[in-house]
Structures are given as C-alpha cells and as structure tokens.
C-alpha cells in the first residue's frame, strides 16, 4: 500500500501547510479561497515538472464533464507518454453520491501517469477521503488564513517566492493594511519586492511608503473598465497606467487584475449557490466603490468562466515573475476581461 501523504489526516491538510508531493496521483483542494486552490495548484505542478521533466496540464469543469470520462482521462497516456495534470473544477458536483463508488475503485489504484486534482468551493467528504490518503494523495482545505497566520505566510512567501526578507513588523503591518487575503498580500509583495535595490529587505517603512490607503480607489479605477466590456476602453486605462506611472507601474496593474478576477469568481458561485448578495459581499470582502459593478458582472457569467479567468491572472503573473513581457500578459488579460464582461 502507498505511504501515506505527509500532513495528511482524516480531517485533511490545510492549505497553509501543505507541501506538494510528486508521488501523489489524487489531491482534493477545497474551500472557499479561490488564491489557495490556485496556488496549492501551481505548487503541485512545479514539483511535476521537477520529478517529470515535462507535464500536460488539462482543466475540466466538473460541472459539464462526465465522470467516467474524467477517469478514462487519468488512465489515457499523456502526449508523448509525459506525464498528465488533470485539474478539474467543481469537484462536488463531478463527484456526486452516485459517482463516487467509481472515484473510490479509481482511487484504490490511480493511474501512475496522471496526477487528479480535484478543486471546489464545496466538498462530500467521506469513504473516499481515507482511500485517497492511504493510496498517497492529499485532502486539502482551502480556507483562508488567520491574522497571525498570515503574517508567517507572509514572511515565508517573501523569502520562498519572491527571494526577499520581511521583518516581522512590516509583515504585520502589511497584514493589518490589507487583511489575512493570502491572494492580496501575495500581490502587494511582488510590488515591494521589485519596488526595492538588490539584496535589500521589506522594511516597515517600505510598507508604509508604497501600501497606502488609497489602493483601493486606484485598483477600482482600471477594474472600472475592465468591467465595461468594451476592449477599448480596457486597453486604453491600462495604457494610461503602464505610460505614466513608475517603472513598476505594472504590479498594481496586474493586483487590480487578479484581485478583480477573485471577486468575480467567488461572487458567480455565490449566485450560482442563491448567496444572499449582502452576505456575499461580506465574505468576499467586495465593498467601496464599485462594488454593485462587480456583482451585476458576476450574475452575468457561469461559474466556469470566471474560475478560467481566475486562473489565468494567478498564471499570468507568473509568468510575469519568470520573466516574460509583463505588458502583453496585461493586454491580454484585459482583453479577456472585456470579452467576459461584455
């Protein structure tokens, strides 16, 4: 029988503490923070390609697609005979209580060529939890942080991911600015870590200097046309931000993006689940300006789409950090933005 995943436990892993593994071929990702599902996502795939060399990543919208052909996917080989990613969304709805006897034979011998991740807000817990961690694969909660929890999270991606330090006070302060969103602080960092010289750490004062209060009024005013659905529009702010801002006008650009791309995920599924509006609004931490624009744009758009566009702007930034063109990635996605919201 395989081991048993590290961390792993009848009531599962959460996020925060979640360490990826290569050997794991079924990994569930659940709850209500779309930045984490993404995140542990990307995690997973970056230890696939170290152990694999090269992955094919495939995503399915668990709502559409049929069980068994999400299985069928699983035992199929990869092109090139490489390894596969299959990520599909909504898990509680593909995993329904007549399924799951197929995912329980399936998870009592996964394929060795396919690693499934299983994503949603919701999840049934059960028989197949205990079957996925003792074959090996993790059960993971996706459920946000609390505030001393964020400010270690947040020294610890400050170091792991974008290679600077944090002293514990700017890291607390960062936290008290912007909340415990794992999402938000992760964006506010790529900021301040290319805001500051070679070799130098995130000082409190560095925080205070470039985390002020009126971010949010500045995001509003790119997720205002973005929201519009006129392309125009769209490409026009963002040009207007990336020609006369600072050298790294970019990184709030990409904040405004990806924090507008978490609200309209989260609030399409809070319409799809009939969320009173007032109480989504307070999970979702969607207030101040603009605020109806965003909901009036969520009613519009199938859960499907706005969970793709989430994970879009998660990849594009990224892909931003790695080096690629951060500009084009921008356009693109305010292009996407247009589209979605049209």
Same mark, same amino acid.
């Given at each position: 029988?395989?081991?048993?995943?590290?961390?792993?436990?009848?009531?599962?892993?959460?996020?925060?503490?979640?360490?990826?593994?290569?050997?794991?071929? @079924?990994?569930?990702?659940?709850?209500?923070?779309?930045?984490?599902?993404?995140?542990?996502?990307?995690?997973l795939r970056a230890a696939l390609l170290k152990?694999?060399? /090269?992955?094919?990543?495939?995503?399915?919208?668990? +709502?559409?697609?049929?069980?068994?052909?999400?299985? $069928?996917?699983?035992?199929?080989?990869?092109?090139?005979?490489?390894?596969?990613?299959?990520?599909? $969304?909504?898990?509680?709805?593909?995993?329904? =209580?007549?399924?799951? *006897?197929?995912?329980?034979?399936?998870?009592?011998?996964?394929?060795?060529?396919?690693?499934?991740?299983?994503?949603?807000?919701?999840?049934?817990?059960? !028989?197949?939890?205990?079957? @996925?961690?003792?074959?090996?694969?993790?059960?993971? !909660?996706?459920?946000?942080?609390?505030?001393?929890?964020?400010?270690?999270?947040? =020294?610890?991606?400050?170091?792991?991911?974008?290679?600077?330090?944090?002293? !514990?006070? %700017?890291?607390?302060?960062?936290?008290?600015?912007?909340?415990?969103?794992?999402?938000?602080?992760?964006?506010?960092?790529?900021?301040?870590?290319?805001?500051?010289?070679?070799?130098?750490?995130?000082?409190?004062?560095?925080?205070? =200097?470039?985390?002020?209060?009126?971010?949010?009024? /500045?995001?509003?005013?790119?997720?205002?046309?973005? #929201?519009?659905?006129? *392309?125009? %529009?769209?490409?026009?702010? #963002?040009?207007?931000?990336?020609?006369?801002?600072?050298?790294?006008?970019?990184?709030?650009? +990409?904040?405004?993006?990806?924090?507008?791309?978490? !609200?309209?995920?989260?609030?399409?599924?809070?319409?799809?689940?009939?969320?009173?509006?007032?109480?989504?609004?307070?999970?979702?931490?969607?207030?101040?300006?603009?605020? =109806?624009?965003? #909901?009036?744009?969520?009613?519009?758009?199938?859960?499907?789409?706005?969970? $793709?566009?989430?994970?879009?702007?998660?990849?594009?930034?990224?892909?931003?950090?790695?080096?690629?063109?951060?500009?084009?990635?921008? /356009?693109?996605?305010?292009?996407?933005?247009?589209?979605?919201?049209?």
């Open positions: 029988m395989a081991k048993r995943a590290a961390g792993g436990s009848k009531a599962g892993v959460r996020a925060v503490n979640f360490r990826p593994d290569p050997g794991a071929r @079924i990994v569930v990702l659940h709850g209500p923070d779309a930045f984490q599902r993404a995140d542990c996502t990307a995690a152990a694999h060399g /090269e992955v094919e990543t495939i995503y399915l919208d668990g +709502q559409a697609a049929r069980p068994a052909d999400v299985l $069928d996917e699983c035992r199929s080989f990869g092109l090139l005979q490489q390894h596969k990613l299959i990520v599909a $969304d909504a898990a509680d709805q593909l995993v329904k =209580e007549d399924a799951r *006897p197929i995912f329980e034979r399936y998870a009592q011998s996964p394929s060795d060529s396919a690693t499934l991740v299983l994503r949603g807000d919701r999840w049934n817990t059960g !028989k197949l939890d205990a079957i @996925i961690e003792q074959a090996g694969g993790a059960i993971v !909660k996706c459920d946000g942080l609390q505030d001393r929890e964020a400010v270690q999270w947040a =020294e610890r991606r400050a170091r792991e991911v974008h290679a600077r330090a944090i002293d !514990k006070r %700017a890291a607390e302060l960062l936290v008290e600015l912007l909340g415990p969103d794992p999402g938000r602080i992760d964006s506010e960092l790529a900021k301040l870590a290319l805001s500051i010289d070679d070799g130098g750490g995130i000082t409190t004062g560095v925080v205070k =200097e470039l985390v002020g209060c009126t971010r949010e009024e /500045e995001a509003w005013a790119i997720q205002a046309d973005l #929201l519009s659905g006129d *392309p125009e %529009a769209a490409l026009a702010r #963002l040009r207007i931000v990336l020609e006369n801002g600072p050298r790294d006008a970019d990184v709030p650009a +990409q904040w405004a993006m990806l924090d507008l791309a978490r !609200k309209l995920h989260g609030a399409s599924h809070g319409f799809a689940q009939r969320m009173a509006p007032g109480q989504m609004m307070s999970v979702l931490r969607i207030w101040g300006a603009g605020s =109806e624009a965003v #909901l009036r744009a969520a009613r519009r758009i199938p859960p499907a789409d706005a969970a $793709d566009m989430l994970r879009r702007c998660v990849e594009a930034t990224a892909q931003a950090r790695s080096g690629s063109d951060p500009r084009r990635l921008l /356009e693109a996605q305010a292009l996407r933005f247009a589209s979605l919201t049209r």
